[in-house]
């Protein structure tokens, strides 16, 4: 199964932006054939279907050149999606050091999200391309193992440039405060309601002895990552 990811074009992320959108391509294949199931928001295989038309040597490798045409498609939208994340990473980037701008959580949260479905989308691939050009797959000729080496390639540049953004926007708050933040971090409505949700949680009726109820093990969790996120904050 092949994750799918298309980023959704907006002109700011705001702290309700959608960012990305998700899909699969499940793929069946065997001698002789290669059948594919789309599901979600997952793209076309239209361009695919003319690519191989075009390239007889490729289709001439039969449902192992099919495979790499699919998965090279996928890794693409990666690459794309990848370049156009990076605009929303640079305008977070230009307003973290500037001193007079505060830096909305809620749009941190935002691409934050963003990128953990991206990073989800992206990251399960990595061990079936590095088995595919490896050329050990005996349902796989050999010569196709350097085609999927160059999506394999791809792949591992789109993984480095996730942990690349996962870092910036995990430490931008900081970096922020850091240069001089004088606006500091605008917390907004979502830290309100972390905060009314610790307090909701503290407040925990006593039991028929007139002790303290036990705050069960997903309750104490809760709290603890309630906490957790408002001292981050």
């Not at 992206?122 to 088995?131: D, I």
């Not at 900081?174 to 933040?181: D, M, R, S, T, Y």
Request: charged residues 25%.
């Amino acid at each position: 199964m092949l994750k799918t990811i298309v980023y959704v074009d907006h002109e700011k992320v705001t702290a309700t932006s959608e960012i990305v959108d998700t899909g699969e391509i499940t793929v069946f294949a065997g001698p002789g054939y290669l059948i594919t199931v789309r599901h979600g928001s997952a793209p076309s295989l239209d361009g695919v279907r003319q690519q191989l038309q075009d390239d007889p040597q490729q289709l001439g490798c039969g449902p192992a050149g099919v495979l790499h045409a699919v998965a090279d498609m996928v890794v693409d939208r990666y690459v794309e999606m990848a370049d156009a994340f990076a605009g929303d990473v640079d305008t977070l980037e230009s307003e973290v050091f500037s001193p007079a701008r505060p830096v909305d959580a809620g749009r941190i949260y935002q691409l934050k999200r963003g990128l953990l479905e991206f990073k989800r989308a992206v990251m399960p691939l990595a061990s079936a391309l590095q088995r595919l050009s490896e050329g050990t797959i005996p349902q796989i000729p050999k010569e196709m193992a350097s085609y999927f080496r160059d999506v394999a390639d791809h792949h591992q540049r789109v993984s480095e440039q996730i942990l690349s953004f996962d870092e910036l926007i995990g430490s931008a708050p900081w970096v922020h405060l850091g240069a001089g933040g004088g606006g500091g971090v605008a917390i907004g409505d979502a830290a309100d309601r972390r905060a009314d949700a610790v307090g909701d949680a503290a407040e925990v009726p006593a039991d028929g002895r007139g002790e303290p109820a036990r705050v069960g093990g997903d309750a104490r969790d809760s709290l603890m990552g309630w906490c957790g996120t408002a001292a981050r904050v």
